[in-house]
């Protein structure tokens, strides 16, 4: 299952990096990610939202770690990651 997941994450990856060399997003990319924010405010609650889940589910998983009791599936906690709760997981 972790296989299947590195792959979809490979897949975007490439993805988006065969759009920004054939131009599709070159001309609208920009790494100021503050601005992004800014301007799409729904982004940063949805940042804010996931990262906040990611967070207590991670806390979830290292409390059944510690006490023995079943954790949360690898796919569970990597799928959060993936779509935008890096910051939570760390």
């Given at each position: 299952?972790?296989?299947?997941?590195?792959?979809?994450?490979?897949?975007?990856?490439?993805?988006?990096?065969?759009?920004?060399?054939k131009g599709f997003i070159a001309?609208?990319?920009?790494?100021?990610?503050?601005?992004?924010l800014l301007e799409y405010p729904?982004?940063?609650?949805?940042?804010?939202?996931i990262n906040i889940v990611t967070?207590?589910?991670?806390?979830?998983?290292?409390?059944?770690?510690?006490?023995?009791?079943?954790?949360?599936?690898?796919?569970?906690?990597?799928?959060?990651?993936?779509?935008?709760?890096?910051?939570?997981?760390?």
């Open positions: 299952m972790l296989s299947r997941v590195i792959m979809a994450c490979l897949v975007v990856i490439e993805t988006i990096v065969y759009l920004i060399y001309r609208n990319l920009t790494f100021a990610f503050w601005s992004i729904i982004s940063l609650i949805y940042l804010a939202l967070f207590f589910v991670y806390m979830k998983d290292k409390k059944a770690a510690e006490k023995g009791k079943d954790r949360v599936k690898i796919v569970t906690l990597l799928s959060l990651s993936f779509i935008g709760g890096s910051i939570g997981a760390l």
